[in-house]
């Protein structure tokens, strides 16, 4: 295969840095960007995850970074360059757009931005999935002559870590997001990526995000950019620079099961040195700490769902509800066995749908963490914030 994957230490956050090191990163693959011509419509799909977050907190992409791209995008004179997001459901793109300056970054480039929201979405086949016979994608992107995918290196709860791979979950309808949630992350961001293939992707590296992601993350200056045109292999030298084993990241693994592993001989590593860039990354939650009052029974769960319940239990914490559910008894795990009455019970996880009737029930594979905390919150006996989870039950 001998691929290449280039890895490349950026002087400085702001564009004119920015722009010189994405420069040297296509000067090693031999100009990716070659494909770009008159007439093209290029798509640019930044990693947006929240709408108030600013990306010096490893959350969201260094929007100087997609400025870059873009400048050196126009150079090939495309019909058209386009900025577009799906944000995570219960977000608002177009707040987030102006939060962190896109909308400026438009102004002065003549970039568009696109809510892919407000677009139309497209049913396509897929095969070979175990989960999925089609997928709503965004029109925008299943049309563009050339998507530009950058997403932000960070650790993430469900999955282990988010890069390339899964910010495409962006390019789908929020319908299909649930659908997503309910059968299983990993698996369907593998599906997915069988139908939406970037041209070029570049992960945003400059400040990382490591702990409790996605929307938790504690900041990393990373100064780094992985620039490939093929998103598995950007993901697996990502997993190695952030001190992950590429067989535990669930969404790399199901491309080993497969496809077969890659050997690292396949992937040819341009730029800095990947001995010498590795910087081991602090995991998202991966395990139930409960206050006292709390009570888990853990039977046989997950990684990513018992880290969805640690972290759903520390935003209960900050908003000062758990005291008021006490005792708690949280049952998760395929082999958890019906829980008791006469407490406050939570049931977690599509694994344990047959309990649901048991207790207070959600969904998911793994289940989404605000789900969890709104369910807290009615079971506290205030409204929730995120409206109805019978959505995300298929």
């Known amino acids: 295969m001998n691929e290449k994957v280039a890895m490349v230490k950026t002087a400085g956050n702001d564009a004119v840095p920015l722009r010189d090191a994405v420069q040297r990163a296509l000067d090693l693959l031999d100009s990716p960007l070659k494909g770009v011509g008159p007439g ?18 490893g959350i969201v992409t260094n929007p ?3 400025h870059a791209i873009i400048e050196l995008v126009a150079e090939r004179n495309p019909r058209e360059i386009l900025i577009a997001e799906g944000i995570a459901v219960g977000q608002d793109v177009k707040k987030a757009y102006s ?9 002065a480039t003549g970039a568009r931005l696109v809510d ?23 029109k925008t992107i299943m049309e563009a002559d050339f998507l530009i995918n950058v ?40 599906d997915l990526n069988l139908v939406v293939r970037p041209h070029l992707s570049i992960a945003d590296g400059t400040v990382a995000g490591e702990g409790d992601g996605p929307m938790a993350n504690d900041p990393v200056g990373f100064q780094t950019i992985l620039v490939g045109t ?11 620079v952030m001190g992950f084993e590429p067989s535990e990241i669930e969404i790399l693994k199901i491309c080993n099961d497969r496809w077969g592993a890659l050997p690292a001989a396949d992937i040819e590593v341009v730029g800095e040195a990947t001995s010498q860039t590795v910087r081991p990354f602090k995991h998202a939650a991966e395990c139930v700490k409960p206050p006292q009052g709390v009570e888990c029974t853990e039977g046989g769960a997950c990684a990513a769902c018992t880290g969805a319940i640690e972290l759903a239990l520390a935003r209960a914490r900050q908003m000062d509800i758990l005291e008021q559910l006490k005792p708690l008894r949280i ?28 207790g207070n029930f ?5 289940p989404q963490v605000f789900l969890i905390a709104d369910e807290l919150r009615e079971m506290a006996g205030i409204d929730r914030i995120f409206g109805c989870k019978d959505g995300y039950n298929f």
Not at 40 to 57: F, H, L
Not at 99 to 107: E, H, N, T, V
Not at 230 to 240: E, P
Not at 362 to 366: E, Y
């Open 64 to 66: 100087n970074l997609v």
């Open 40 to 57: 093209n419509c290029v798509v640019i799909k930044p990693n947006i995850t929240a709408d108030s977050i600013s990306w010096r907190q």
């Open 116 to 138: 892919l929201y407000d677009e139309a979405f497209v049913d396509i086949p897929i095969t070979g999935s175990n989960l999925h016979s089609t997928m709503q994608i965004a």
């Open 230 to 240: 093929d998103n598995r292999l950007v993901d697996t030298i990502c997993a190695r």
């Open 151 to 190: 997403p932000v290196m960070k650790t993430h709860v469900a999955v282990g870590i988010s890069v390339c791979m899964k910010n495409l979950m962006g390019t789908i309808s929020a319908e299909q997001k649930k659908k997503f949630h309910f059968f299983g992350v990993a698996e369907s961001v593998v």
């Open 331 to 358: 049952v998760c795990g395929p082999d958890s066995s019906p829980p008791g009455t006469g407490e406050n019970v939570l049931v977690v996880g599509k694994c344990l749908s047959h309990l649901k009737e048991t």
């Open 99 to 107: 939060f962190l300056g896109y909308d400026k970054i438009a102004g």
């Open 362 to 366: 959600v969904p998911g594979c793994p």
